[in-house]
């Protein structure tokens, strides 16, 4: 178990896994959000802790576009079809980003990052 868990943490450095595959790591927090629901106290600290991680992502990506302040946020990823994740996610924003209204994507996650890049070339 230990070993799945290093390998895992690979995924999010963005080097090679020996053992699991990045869909691997997507389906695992299906099983992590239903564990949660029922109540597993390590599955719901997991939960916490990754959406104190996902709000610094946020403050951090915002520090590092200079943008002072988000109105409106679009998350995509297997992680945000959690039912859990979503209504804990919203109280938390509510405290750290106050003005901050979670949307449905208009585009892909490629045209995202492509509009950034294009946007930083032309500052």
């Keep these: 178990f230990q070993e799945l868990l290093i390998d895992a943490q690979l995924c999010f450095k963005n080097e090679k896994m020996k053992i ?19 109540g597993h106290p390590e599955s719901i600290d997991l939960i916490h802790r990754t959406i104190d991680v996902i709000i610094r992502n946020i403050q951090f990506v915002r520090a590092s576009l ?25 109280p938390k924003l509510k405290i750290s980003e106050p003005d901050l209204k979670i949307i449905k994507p208009k585009y892909p996650p490629e045209i995202g990052a492509l509009r950034i890049a294009i946007r930083n070339l032309s500052m």
Aim: glycine content about 4%.
């Design 20 to 38: 699991l595959t990045r869909d691997d790591v997507a389906r695992i927090a299906m099983f992590v959000n239903a564990a949660s629901v029922k």
């Design 66 to 90: 200079g943008i002072n302040k988000v109105n409106k946020l679009s998350i995509i990823g297997s992680l945000f079809k959690s039912y859990i994740i979503k209504r804990k996610l919203r």
